[in-house]
């Protein structure tokens, strides 16, 4: 028996008619078209008008935010999803509130799906493992056992203790 079910013609167009409207057709309460993106396992730096007292992230598992210096943002995708960013002046005043949509990189990554199992790939230009939240826990775990070994002996061959 195959893994793969084959679907009408009809049945597909239905399908994918129905995720464009999705698409195009804004939500109520939808905040993300105006949101900063943030690809996961990416940074990006922000600069803002005046100096910065107080950083609040509303959900530090989605995105890590760091002050460069007081007037330097970096943003850095941590978990798909949404959440927001508040920036604070001395006084208390908001400088910046923004929500902040946090997604995966699409280019070059390659998804293996084998029933339920999924394995995700970079391919650039080869394709190698990669560790994606929503893969299975072996691969995902097979991945991270590997690049924390090779991680520890780079650190060991540089003399560096932890």
Known sequence: MSPFRLISPKSL???LAFAAALAG??????AQESAVQVMTDRAKVFRIDAPADTVIVGNPAIADVTMYDRQTVVVTGKLYG????????????????EVITVS?????????????A?????CAPACEPVMRVGDTEASYELTNKQATARTQMSEQAAGVTQ
Do not use: C
Not at 82 to 97: C, R, S
Not at 104 to 114: F, G, K, L, M
């Open 13 to 15: 167009v239905g399908a």
């Open 25 to 30: 057709s804004p939500l109520e309460g939808n």
């Open 82 to 97: 949404t959440t927001n960013l508040v920036i604070l002046d001395a006084k208390g005043e908001p400088i910046i509130d």
């Open 104 to 116: 995966a990189p699409e280019a070059d990554i390659v998804t293996v799906h084998r029933n339920t």
């Open 118 to 122: 999924r394995t995700s790939y970079s």
